[in-house]
């Protein structure tokens, strides 16, 4: 039921940041996660950069809302299901097809938002 109300993650990525005891604006923090997530190809973007762009798709919200809806059928089963949450939030985020850094960067990422004030 929660997946069909909440289709684009605000509502639980809004609870995780209230659980975590985030004092920023759980919409603006929302809005800014979502930009990221759905970064637009730039209309001057050469052939190769679509390329990339069109297989880091993967990597966008609407996957990482599926991850959240697979976790919720076992989240009562986790120590810690709040960290596991996070992890699947912030997964990739920053995300650039074969660099090395795409999880480091990501979890820096999470860091500046999450600490942000």
Known sequence: ??????????????????RLGVKQDP????????DTYD????????????TKK??????KRLHVVDCLNE?????????DPDAVECALLFHDIIYTPGEPTNEEDSAEYAEYILTER
């Open 54 to 59: 069109m297989k880091g798709n993967y990597h």
């Open 27 to 34: 919409k603006q923090l929302f809005m800014k996660l979502r």
């Open 1 to 18: 039921m929660l997946a069909q109300i909440d289709s684009f993650g605000e509502l639980r990525f809004g609870g995780l940041l209230n």
């Open 39 to 50: 970064r637009p190809i730039a209309a001057d973007a050469r052939r190769d950069e679509i």
């Open 71 to 79: 976790f919720y059928q076992v989240r009562h089963l986790m120590n």
